[in-house]
């Protein structure tokens, strides 16, 4: 169409992360420069499920991937444990790469919940390094088991009275509980060195609240 810019959001993917960032700059570009025949998208159009999203990046990550090579072994042979919180990228946090850690995350980073999991590292890949890690503002700490329990009574009529969500109200007093519960579990290697951190969201600075070897 003459005088009308068409810019498709697909062809911005290359220049700009995520989408939404091309369309922003597409909003900026027709309300500082007063180019009101730019034919901007419609942002519910081309909205898309996270879903859909990650399959789209995903086509760029394999086209640079060259890790294919790495062993299953982690290679600074250890395991952490910690939560699911969106705000929290182990990676970043602790300057890790592909194959250095393996990484278990649940609620609240319980260690309890993830036996199964540690006791494969340890006997079936050698690990010997447990890190736990739990956080400030963890979602966790803002609801007690009665809560949870009540709410999926009402919502989804069932009784789960006998499930523990593992709640707690002080973090490095939750660290403690849980690294004590693996120097005490026959399930965990002698000879495991174990160090508990608090991860704070609002800095990123992790604290060592307490260090054992079983
Ligand atoms: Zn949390």
Redesign the pocket.
């Known amino acids: 169409m003459p005088g009308t810019l068409r810019i498709k959001l697909q062809t911005l993917h290359h220049m700009f992360e995520p989408a939404e960032s091309a369309y922003t700059v597409l909003l900026l570009l027709q309300k500082r420069i007063n180019l009101g025949n730019i034919c901007l998208p419609d942002p519910e159009a081309h909205k898309m499920t996270a879903s859909q999203a990650f399959e789209e990046a995903n086509v760029g990550y394999v086209a640079q991937y060259n890790l294919g090579h790495l062993p299953i072994q982690p290679s600074r042979m250890v395991v952490i444990v910690t ?3 969106a705000r929290l990228d182990p990676a970043r946090i602790l300057g890790l790469a592909e194959g250095d850690a393996i990484v278990i995350r649940n ?3 319980r260690v309890a919940e993830e036996m199964r999991s540690l006791i494969m590292t340890q006997q079936l890949l050698g690990v010997r390094e447990i890190v736990v890690i739990h ?1 400030t503002d ?3 700490t803002k609801f007690t088991n009665d809560v949870v329990h009540s709410r999926v009574h009402e919502a989804l009529h069932q009784d789960i009275s006998d499930m523990d969500f593992m709640t707690f109200s002080d973090i490095d007093a939750s660290i403690k509980d849980d690294v004590s519960f693996l120097r005490k579990s026959p399930l965990v290697s002698t000879g495991t060195l174990i160090n508990g951190y608090n991860y704070n969201v609002s800095t990123g600075q992790i604290s060592l609240v307490v260090s054992i070897t079983t």
């Open positions: 939560c699911m919180d609620a609240g980073g956080h963890c979602g966790v």
